[in-house]
Every structure is written in C-alpha cells, then in structure tokens.
C-alpha cells in the first residue's frame, strides 16, 4: 500500500510538534529514527488516527477523511509507545479486543482462530490464559504486538516494539516483520532507537528532528557521520560488514546533556 | 484442527456462566428470603404460592406480599442491579477502582434536592410530599449531570476532568445539605438523615415499574457498547486506533450510569457500597470481559442489597432499620473476606 502526508502539523495545546511533515512510503520497511522528543511517537499517532493533524493523508491515492471508516480501522493498526493498562482482561480477551470492530455477541469460530493463529506463531501459547497484567514486561509487550499483528492491517505503526524484549525476541521480531511486510506487500512503520537494527532490517529510514524530517532514503545514504552528529549530537563509528550492512558503534558526545 | 487455546477459551467462559447461574439463583433465592422475612413471618413456601397462584392463596398473606413485601423486595433488587451497572461503567470510563456513581456528585445533588423539600416544609408521611421529594431528587441530579456533561464536552471528555468535576460538585451539593441540615427543625432534621441513609419505605409499585423500565431501556444500550467498553480498558489511545471514538462513547455511557443513578436515588435515598463492591467483586470473579462482567456485576448488586433488606429486618423488628447501613455492615466483611482469600491481585 501506499502512503503519502501531505504538509502534516500538528500542536499540543497550541504547542507546534510537527511541522509540514511530507513524505511518500510504498510497501516496506520504513524506519523512524530521532532523538528523544523529536515528534516520532506523535507522528505515528497522526497515521494511527489517535490524534487528528492538520493536513492531509493518503492512503493509496486517496484521502483518509474520504475513507470508509470501518475499512481503515480493517487496513490499519498501532502498537504504542507504552501499553499500560490495569484491565483485568486474559491475554486471549486481550487479542480478541484486537478485532474490536467486527466483534459479535458470540465470538465467532474465526476470532478464536486468529487469536489462536497468533498466539502460536509469536510462541505465547502459554501465556493465553494468564492475566494481563501478571506477565512480565516483555511478555506483556509481545501480547501486545501480537495484538496489533492480529488484523492481518496493511499499514503497521510500531512505536519502539522492542521496549522490553530480549535479543532473541528483538531478532526474530524483525525477521519474522520483514518476512510479513514482504510477503503481504504491507507498509510498516517502527519507531527506533537502535540505529544497528534500523539499518539492518529498514529499507528506508526518515530521520525526525525537531518536529520536522531531516532527511531520509536509504540506510547507508541517510545514516552518515555528519547526520548522526547533527542530529543525535555524538561522533560515531560506521563500518560495513561483509553483507553490505551497516554498524554504527557510538563514540563520545559532542555537547553533552548531563551536567554532571 | 483441534486448537488447544478455544478448548481453553471455552472452558474460561464456561467458567464464567458458571458464575453468572450460580449468582442468579443467590439473587432469586434472596429475593424470595426478603419476601418471606418480617413481621408476621412467611414461609417460603407461601410466599412462593402467594406470588404463583394469588387466587388460591390466604387473603392475608396475599395482601402481605402483593401490597408491600413484593414492591419493597422489587425494589432491592431493581435498585440493587441500577447502582452496580452504574458502577462498573463508572470504574470503567473513568478507568478508576476507587470511582463509585456517587463520585460524580449525582447523589449528593439529589440529597440536597430531597433535603430542599423536606425543608421547605412538606411532610414525608403525605404521599404529595413523598414525590415532591423524589421529584426534586430527580430534578437537582440532572443538573448536576447536565454541568459535568457540559464540562466533559467542552473539554472532550477527559477522565480526570470529569473525576474532579464530579467531586468538586459532590462536596458543593454535600455542603448545601450540611447547610440545611443546620437549618432545619428537629423533625425534618430526622427525615434528612433519614433520607441520606437510604431505605426502602417508600416503594410502591409505580417506582418498581419506573425503575425496571429505566433498567429495560439502558441495560441494551449499554449492552451494545459492550465489547467497545472493554477496549476502552487498554487505554485511550489504543481504543481510538481500534477505530472508537472514545469521546463519543464516554459521554454516551455517563448519560446511563446518571439516569440509572438518579432513578435509584431518587426512590431510596443514598444507599452506599453497592455501586462501588459489587464490581469489584464481579471483576475478581470473571474478569473485565464486560458481556459477564456487567451483569454479574447487577446481580451482586441486587443480592446484596435483598440481603441487607433481610439484614435490616431481622435485627431491627418495630422499627425501620435504614438499608444503607445494613448493606455496608453486611457487605463490607464479605469484601475483606473475598480480599484475603484471593492470593493473586487482579485489581
Ligand atoms: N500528550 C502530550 N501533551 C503535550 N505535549 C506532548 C504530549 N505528548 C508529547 N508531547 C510533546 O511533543 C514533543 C514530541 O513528543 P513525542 O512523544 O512525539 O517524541 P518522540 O520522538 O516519540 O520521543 P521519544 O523518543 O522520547 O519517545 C515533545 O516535546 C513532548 O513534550
Ligand atoms: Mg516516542
């Protein structure tokens, strides 16, 4: 799918965060990366529909405003930043509540199905019928991704989805997004910190600073010395593997933050 | 293909209906008790005969029941069901365990409505003055409902600003009625507590009609939202990217829980502990999935207060015991009793 904004702004209490946010996305991975109160969580809201911008987005050629709402609450879907609740709600109900719009009374065969499908391919069957709120963080965070991955949505919005996760669960969640994004021509967005797993497993990344885009494209176009100094105030290190992919080793900070 | 997780699903919802049969027959059985207990003593038998075959039944008994345990029973349970769906959807809006229906301030309003009248010099034991009472009830709840509605609006329905906008009203309409109370003569002074207490006396069956009807009409519509409303648990921003428009849906849900506020205010006075335990209850039993957790949520409510109905009675033979009081002496072990037992925290 595609997707387009179009001179995006958006206030908090007349507080301008994002200004004229353009740029044009087609069936991949894209990265969001910037330092910390760049505006990248409150982009993704923008896309996710939480929070209503000025300007306008596209989705394949056409205006989200003339969209079908329950066609873009099937198409789309949005992992936040942090998904704390209290809800005394089973990790199964929690999945369930993914599919909120076409819930019935009774829930159907294919609900418990999806759920189940889901379940079995993050490898949380276990946890199904344990309460929300008794896992552990990165537990908890992968219920909650397989939540957002349960729509089967074209457009995926991940706000930081390793939060919490271990190595292993960092790595095969990105094997296993790459895999689906490839296979079901999806546009998926994550946030980031980690800029050694933006450039491995994003095929374009949009550097965010200050509200606004500073540049994006390609990992090894966009992730150079001079941008990560400028943006993230710190030399770095970048070198090349033998399969093309970029590491990028932080050195020292240029301005420092802490006055300590 | 046999998928482990919908045996266990089903057997999760099994559990919960389980819950639901069993709290049923405690309500009904409750029920019938509060019929039966009284004065001039009836078996269960005979109330039971009295209310399936009122033609063949003894005239005595019959006028017992049909004229005034029956209406007064009714009203236990339909005020009992009113006040816990009230405060399970409160809890659930307001995303807060501590909220109650009368921390909107709508029951505060409606004492101060009730205590205006009684002050104003109208008698409780006239039957004019008894819907005077109710009336003005009705009347000073929907105002304060209609200054948190506004509010909510204008500031698009922020949990914590309807949370201080219904507690800042709640010590206004309590100071109102402080003020009354200061003013009042030493017998309407005893009708306001009274009245605050919360009781049963006044029951009749026009109240138990419009209290089942208030009951019929937004327990669907409620009941349509459901699945919206369990969302809303993961969260504001998280419901509004499952395509909900949380705005919306909270304003629609505080219009409810007021009306089904202020029907059972209005008629017995300010029973506490039943919009604020049952839920909690209900919660530990089956959970958030609000299809089972509303309704369980009503039939504790309905359970406890016929209980405390009974309770009052038992204790307190000439006289009427206030029900309020009962409700929180009967319940309030139950709870910490519940509260210990329970080893895993689920709220
Ligand atoms: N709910 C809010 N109300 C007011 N201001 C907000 C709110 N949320 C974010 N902001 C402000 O908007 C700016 C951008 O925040 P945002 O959360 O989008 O940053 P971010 O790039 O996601 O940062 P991080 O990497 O720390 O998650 C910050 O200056 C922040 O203070
Ligand atoms: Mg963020």
Sequence with gaps: MKLEANDLSFSYNSHPVLNDINFKIESRITALIGPNAAGKSTL???????????????????????????????????????????????????????????????????????????????????????????????????????QSLIRNPQLLLMDEPTNGLDLQHQLELFEFIQKITKEKGMTTIIALHDLNLAARYADNIVVMSKGMIHSSGSPSSVLTQKTIQSVYGINADIS???????????LNSVRKVFRS | MELPNKEAYESLIRRKILFFILFISAAFLAFLLDIAVGSSGLSLYEVFSTIVFPASSDPTSSVIVWNFRLPK??????????????????????????????????????????????????????????????????????????????????????????????????????????????????????????????S????????????????????????????????LRLGDEKAKSLGIDVEKLRLKVLICVSVLTASAVCFAG???????????????????????????????????????????????????????????????PFFLSLIIMKRSGSF
């Design chain 1, 44 to 146: 993704l809201k923008c896309m996710a529909g939480v929070l209503e911008p000025d300007g306008s987005l596209i989705i394949n050629e056409k205006d989200v405003k003339d969209l079908k709402k329950e066609e873009l609450i099937r198409s789309r879907s949005y992992l936040p930043q942090d998904s704390k609740t209290n809800a005394c709600l089973s990790v199964f109900e929690t999945l369930l509540l993914g599919m909120v719009h076409s819930l019935s009374w009774k829930v159907g065969e294919e609900e418990i199905e999806a759920v189940s499908n889901v379940l079995e391919y993050m490898g949380i069957e276990d946890l199904a019928m344990k309460n929300i709120n008794e896992l552990s963080g990165g537990q908890k965070q992968m219920v909650f991704i397989a």
């Design chain 1, 240 to 250: 090349v593997d033998t399969d093309g992919i970029l590491w990028i080793k932080p």
């Design chain 2, 73 to 198: 029973a009714l009203m236990a349970v339909f005020i009992g069901a009113s006040l816990a769906i009230a405060g399970a959807e409160v809890q659930t809006i307001l995303d807060n365990p501590l909220a109650s229906p009368y921390t909107l301030g709508i029951s505060a309003a409606a004492g101060f409505g009730a205590a205006a009248t009684m002050v104003l010099g109208l008698t409780l034991t006239s039957f004019a003055g008894n819907v005077l009472v109710s009336i003005n009830a009705f009347i000073f709840s929907f105002v304060c409902f209609f200054v948190i509605y506004f509010i909510a609006k204008v500031k698009s329905a922020s949990k914590e600003l309807i949370i201080l906008t219904g507690v800042a009203l709640l010590f206004l309409f309590q100071a109102l009625v402080s003020l009354l109370q200061y003013i009042a003569t030493d017998d309407q002074l005893q009708n306001i507590v009274f009245w605050l207490f919360g």
């Design chain 2, 200 to 231: 049963l006396e006044n029951s009749s069956w026009s109240t138990v009609t419009i209290c089942l009807l208030i009951l019929l009409i937004f327990i669907p519509l409620l009941a349509i939202d459901f699945w919206k409303l369990t969302a």
């Design chain 2, 270 to 332: 300010t029973i506490g502990f039943v919009g604020l335990v049952p839920p909690h209850i209900a919660r530990m039993l089956v959970g958030e999935d609000q299809r089972y957790f509303v309704p369980l949520s009503a039939l504790l409510g309905s359970l406890f207060l016929s209980l405390a109905s009974i309770g009052g009675k038992i204790c307190c033979h000439k006289g009427v015991f206030p029900i309020g009081i009962a409700t929180s002496l009967i319940g309030v």
